[in-house]
């Protein structure tokens, strides 16, 4: 039982799956980084806010934090945009290259005589009504 367990462990499926976990994780703490670090700022400075995640509303003495929300949400489009262009759209356009469809047999041929396309069963051209081989 153990031995299945440690073979299932080291097949490169799983090897793969937590190395992307992990990569993926860190790459959210980069982008989430950027996001509330230099990009809301930047937003901030346009809003007029000093500090983009400081942006909130009060009811009833609950506080709703906008700002947090935002970031989180442009965290989240970063991240998407990332992964669709970095990943997906080179992975589509990999399998659309290996899925190319070979051409189809032929059905004409040329006469040898006026060059005119024929089925390839004719016996005779149909526009010089040559014999073909």
């Known amino acids: 039982m153990a031995g299945g367990f440690k073979q299932f462990l080291l097949r490169g499926n799983v090897v793969d799956l937590a190395v992307g976990v992990v990569v993926g994780g860190a790459f959210g703490g980069v982008v989430t980084a950027f996001t509330k670090d230099l990009l809301t700022p930047l937003i901030a400075a346009v809003a007029g806010k000093p500090d983009f995640s400081s942006i909130l509303f009060e009811v ?3 506080k709703i934090l906008v700002g947090d929300f935002l970031n989180a949400v442009i965290s989240f489009v970063i991240v998407a945009a ?3 262009y970095m990943v997906v759209l080179p992975i589509n356009a990999m399998v659309s290259r290996a899925r190319k469809e070979p051409p189809a047999d032929p059905t004409t041929k040329k ?3 006026c060059l005119s396309e024929i089925p390839l069963d004719a016996k005779r051209c149909a526009h010089c009504a040559q014999p073909v081989k």
């Open 111 to 113: 006469c040898g005589e």
């Open 82 to 84: 990332a992964v669709y």
């Open 60 to 62: 009833n003495g609950s």
